[in-house]
């Protein structure tokens, strides 16, 4: 019969042997994850990916090296690591199907920020909400509205709308409807309207204004006023032009009527 004794040692030499292995393996994983994380970090960003992404598929990167690092080490221990597998598989179907809607939230982050369709800073309308862009993130979208309220948006309502970005662009066309009575005459209407955007500055010449009779409604002649301005200024100016109209118009002597209608009794005898 085989030495007793002989046999443990044997046992206990390939166990220690096997022992320092995974710890080797460990070791040299977990270094190994640390380095190509950085090596996901440094490329996202000479690439100039959002550091929110950058952050983001790193952390992946280090988790599923780590993760493989791992398994590979209880295998070099003699335990079965197909059972542990499932598991981890079953435990993430189980993560992915109660996180559904985070996890779409995610996945819509990274498109946004991949796709850039606005940033920081941008006034946008998306997923029913209007705002200042002030944070992005792989979850949500936080806006700041003009009344300075914080509306926060998941980025899943954001991808699956209408995204209206207001800053995209360098010129914005300000669409005004001017209503003024009956009894004016058009083209004095259209010179007065077209004298006033010429005296606001900050109204571009190039494209140039459109200015035209748009509707004969029911009080009023409806005239269409689309001057061109520098996004920046666009507030500032429909605000201060529609003023300077209105003065202008009083000065001339053209009324902007009120909604009024004809009343007719017909008495029956």
Do not use: C
């Not at 009956?182 to 900050?202: F, H, M, N, P, Q």
């Amino acid at each position: 019969m085989p030495d007793f004794t002989s046999l443990s040692t044997q046992a206990l030499t390939t166990f220690g042997l096997n022992v320092l292995a995974a710890v080797a393996i460990l070791l040299i994983g977990a270094w190994l994850a640390r380095l190509l994380s950085g090596f996901a970090r440094h490329l996202l960003v000479r690439n100039q990916v959002e550091q929110t992404l950058v952050g983001f598929a790193a952390r992946v990167v280090y988790v599923a090296i780590l993760l493989f690092v791992v398994i590979a080490a209880l295998s070099r221990l003699g335990i079965q690591t197909a059972s542990i597998v499932a598991v981890i598989g079953g435990a993430g179907l189980a993560l992915g199907l109660a996180l559904q809607s985070s996890l779409s939230n995610v996945a819509s982050g990274v498109i946004l920020i991949l796709q850039k369709p606005f940033q920081i800073g941008d006034f946008i309308e998306a997923g029913g909400a209007m705002g200042t862009v002030t944070d992005i993130t792989l979850l949500s979208t936080t806006l700041q509205s003009p009344d300075n309220k914080v509306i926060i948006v998941p980025n899943g309502s954001v991808q699956s709308s209408n995204i209206i970005n207001f800053n995209l662009l360098d010129k914005r066309r300000l669409d005004l409807v001017i209503g003024v009575e009956y009894g004016a005459d058009i083209e004095t209407v259209k010179t007065v309207l077209l004298d006033e955007i010429s005296k606001e500055a900050r109204l571009l010449q190039e494209p140039a204004p459109t200015v035209g009779l748009a509707e004969m409604a029911d009080s009023s002649l409806n005239f269409a006023v689309r001057p061109w301005v520098k996004t920046e200024d666009y507030w500032g100016v429909f605000f201060d032009f529609q003023q300077s109209v209105k003065n202008r118009l009083d000065a001339e002597g053209i009324s902007i009527p009120f909604p009024q209608q004809d009343v007719h009794i017909v008495s029956k005898a």
